[in-house]
């Protein structure tokens, strides 16, 4: 079976976050790449550094600062699936379920990554989590592609133990401080003292751009 990557996260900047390393090495090895992107993020505090965008601007802002972040990872195929932002929760399970099962079903993909749920903070992060998972328990088990899980949980080690996938992103970690940068409104301020921090080898900071780690999803069927 041909490899093929299917993304799947609530926010355009989650994916250059937890996964812009695991996507730019797909890339660079030929492997297609999808980005299902739930919502455009409109609902975002942030507005720029200093401030340049309003609510009503931060939408259309948003999807082109997606846009743009996908071109540094070289991901040609981006679904947004036009959700609203901070809802996801409020959603009828059923139906957001079928909305990624329609994209897997298509995409059919061998590797998924998402949020494991209920380790995502953030409402969105664990509702597309959930989504996800639920459109796969559809499936036999043997037709379940590997899904890898973010969780970003302070207890996810005690919770889930430790990561079992560790991914080595120095070789492409320019790629995803460049995709970083692509989601401005967002980032803008912090990568300023991200950036200072990488200059200064701090560990804690290093290590988003050393390696990324993911939680193989445990079925229990």
Request: charged residues 30%.
């Given at each position: 079976?041909?490899?093929?990557?299917?993304v799947?996260?609530?926010?355009?900047?989650?994916?250059?976050?937890?996964?812009?390393?695991?996507?730019?090495?797909?890339?660079?090895?030929?492997?297609?790449?999808?980005?299902?992107?739930?919502?455009?993020?409109?609902?975002?505090?942030?507005?720029?550094?200093?401030?340049?965008?309003?609510?009503?601007?931060?939408?259309?802002?948003?999807?082109?600062?997606?846009?743009?972040?996908?071109?540094?990872?070289?991901?040609?195929?981006?679904?947004?699936?036009?959700?609203?932002?901070?809802t996801?929760?409020?959603?009828?399970?059923?139906?957001?379920?079928?909305?990624?099962?329609?994209?897997?079903?298509?995409?059919?993909?061998?590797?998924?990554?998402?949020?494991?749920?209920?380790?995502?903070?953030?409402?969105?992060?664990?509702?597309?989590?959930?989504?996800v998972?639920?459109?796969?328990?559809?499936k036999?088990?043997?037709?379940?592609p590997?899904?890898?899980?973010?969780?970003?949980?302070?207890?996810?080690?005690?919770?889930?133990?430790?990561?079992?996938?560790?991914?080595?992103?120095?070789?492409?970690?320019?790629?995803?401080?460049?995709?970083?940068?692509?989601?401005?409104?967002q980032?803008?301020?912090m990568l300023?003292?991200?950036?200072?921090?990488?200059?200064?080898?701090?560990?804690?900071?290093?290590?988003?751009?050393?390696?990324?780690?993911?939680?193989?999803?445990?079925?229990?069927?």
């Amino acid at each position: 079976m041909n490899e093929h990557v299917l993304v799947m996260l609530p926010h355009p900047d989650d994916e250059s976050f937890g996964a812009a390393g695991l996507i730019a090495q797909s890339r660079k090895r030929g492997i297609p790449v999808t980005y299902a992107c739930g919502t455009l993020g409109e609902m975002g505090r942030n507005m720029g550094s200093p401030t340049y965008a309003n609510r009503e601007t931060l939408p259309e802002l948003r999807k082109q600062e997606l846009i743009n972040a996908c071109k540094e990872m070289d991901i040609t195929d981006l679904r947004m699936l036009g959700l609203r932002d901070k809802t996801l929760e409020f959603e009828d399970d059923e139906y957001l379920a079928d909305v990624m099962e329609k994209i897997i079903d298509e995409v059919k993909p061998t590797l998924i990554v998402t949020f494991y749920p209920g380790h995502g903070v953030h409402p969105d992060h664990d509702a597309t989590g959930e989504a996800v998972i639920r459109a796969l328990y559809r499936k036999k088990k043997e037709d379940r592609p590997a899904t890898y899980c973010m969780a970003i949980t302070k207890n996810r080690e005690e919770a889930l133990g430790n990561a079992d996938i560790v991914i080595d992103i120095t070789d492409v970690a320019d790629i995803k401080l460049n995709a970083l940068r692509a989601h401005r409104t967002q980032t803008e301020g912090m990568l300023k003292e991200i950036e200072q921090k990488l200059k200064n080898k701090e560990p804690v900071v290093q290590k988003w751009f050393d390696e990324e780690i993911y939680w193989t999803y445990q079925w229990n069927d």
